[in-house]
Each structure stands twice: as C-alpha cells, then as structure tokens.
C-alpha cells in the first residue's frame, strides 16, 4: 500500500505542476499536501497510522493539488456543472473545504486515541468536531494573511468568486465534513484502530 500511496501522490503532484493556471497560486494550493508528505515520511515508522487515514490524506492532498494546477475556481468538471445547473459559481472549492473537516477528523480522532488524550470517549466526538472547526478557521485567517500580504495575486488563492458569504460557507463546510467523517467511518475506524494494536 505504501508504494501505491507514493505512486499515486507524485503522478497527481507532477501533472498538477506542469503549466498550472499560476505558479503562485500552485505553491499555495499544494504546499499543505508537501508538508503532509514530509510529516507522513518523518513518522511512518515510529507512529504509523491506519490504511484509512492514509487514503484519506492521500485524497486531500489531490483534491490541494487539482485546485492547485487549475486554481479553485477554474476546475473544468466543475465549471461544466456551473454552466449545466445554471450555478453562479464554480464550486470546486466548497469540496475543498468539506474534505479540510472530513478528512482531518479522521487524523485527530487517531492522534486523540492513540496518544491517550481522551481519558471520557463521549467527549471524543465533540473535540475532534472543535479542532477541525478551528483548523478550517485558521486556515481561513491563512488565507486573509496571504492577500493581504500579496494583494491581488492572491485573489485565485481566496477562490472567494464575489461570494460574501464565502468565509462562513467553507468553515459551515469543514464542520458538516468533520461531523460526516465520524458518522461515516467511526466503526471502520475502531476496526483498524484495533488492528494496530496486535
């Protein structure tokens, strides 16, 4: 699995990086998925997480880095289902911020059990939710810090498309998809978690 995981990584990295929309805005969009990758190599062996995890942060990382080559607000599937449903935007990033609470409730529910932070598991549920609702509204404070410091060559990388709703629509998102990981994989989950401990 770990080479497949590789394989499939850095085939989506290199065509994500070859004549992207802004090189710019593809550093930006694909940095967090390279920091992944270096965390991921750095503790594969001394705290090696499950098969769910990893496919989970192996799909989080291409969904960075097609908006990366494209940018959010450029990717063609979904400006075809913009133009076909008569949509005012192109909504590729909203799947970006659904997966920034899904996926990432997964790691913390992992990291939370294993390293024994939770001593009451009714509270489990609740404080993954919170710390993914924090990571997406830091990550929003992220992306505010890099336009203002940038000016307008951040403006692919806010992906905002006029929409004033647009900060509170992707943090609502990240908490929809924290809540949906634990409701969908919570058993699976257990499952493998489990298995880790034979």
Known sequence: MKYLWLILYFLVLIWSGIN??????????????????????????????????????????????????????EVPLFDWLKEYFELERNNYDKVGHLAQGFIPAIITREILLRKEVIVKEKWLAFIVVSICLAISAFYELLEWWVAALSGESAEAFLGTQGYVWDTQS?????????????????????????????
């Not at 908490?175 to 298995?195: M, P, R, W």
């Open 20 to 73: 992207p929309k802004d090189y710019f805005t593809w550093l930006l969009e694909v940095f967090p998925a390279l920091i992944g990758l270096v965390v991921l190599g750095l503790t594969f062996k001394t705290f090696r997480l499950t098969n769910l995890t990893y496919i989970l942060i192996l799909i989080h990382c291409i969904i960075l880095m097609v908006g990366g080559h494209y940018t959010y607000a």
């Open 170 to 198: 992707d943090m609502a998102l990240a908490l929809l998809g924290a809540i949906l990981s634990l409701v969908i994989f919570t058993k699976l989950h257990d499952a493998q978690l489990a298995e880790l401990k034979k």
